[in-house]
C-alpha cells in the first residue's frame, strides 16, 4: 500500500498562491508517477498535472498549464502543486495519487491506484 497525505490547502483571494504538498508513505517503490486532481461541487474530478519520479518528466492539463506547476522532491517523497493567479473556479478539493505507470493515459483517473485524502483549497473574488 502507499498512504498519501495532502496539506497546503486553505482560503486565498483570488490573484494569490498556494502552494499543495503530498507526501507518500508505505510501498513508495510501486508508484511510478503521481497526479494532481481537483473536484468541485457537483463536477467531475479534473485532471491538473503528474510528474514522472525517476525522470522528473511532467504533463500539465491545458486548462491549467503557466498556471499549475507539479514538481517533487525524491529525497522526501513529495510531490507539490504550485498554483499561482488562482481564480474563484479554481475553488475546489484538491487530490494527489499514486500509479504504477508513466504514459499516455497518464491523466486518466483509472491509471491511478492509491489517493490521498484531499484537501480543500478555497478562493475568495
Known amino acids: 500500500q502507499v498512504q498519501l497525505v495532502e496539506s497546503g490547502g486553505g482560503l486565498v483571494q483570488a490573484g494569490g498562491s498556494l502552494r499543495l504538498s503530498c507526501v507518500a508513505s508505505?510501498?513508495?517503490?510501486?508508484?511510478?508517477?503521481m497526479g494532481w486532481f481537483r473536484q468541485a461541487s457537483g463536477k467531475e474530478r479534473e485532471f491538473l498535472g503528474a510528474?514522472?519520479?525517476?525522470?522528473?518528466?511532467?504533463y500539465h492539463a491545458d486548462s491549467v498549464k503557466g498556471r499549475f506547476t507539479v514538481s517533487r522532491d525524491n529525497a522526501k517523497n513529495t510531490v507539490y502543486l504550485q498554483m499561482n493567479s488562482l481564480k474563484s473556479e479554481d475553488t475546489a478539493t484538491y487530490y494527489c495519487?499514486?500509479?504504477?505507470?508513466w504514459g499516455p493515459g497518464i491523466a486518466d483517473t483509472t491509471e491511478y491506484d492509491h489517493w490521498g485524502q484531499g484537501t480543500q483549497v478555497t478562493v475568495s473574488s
Open positions: 495519487a499514486s500509479a504504477t505507470s
Open positions: 508505505g510501498r513508495t517503490f510501486s508508484s511510478k508517477a
Open positions: 510528474i514522472n519520479w525517476s525522470h522528473g518528466n511532467t
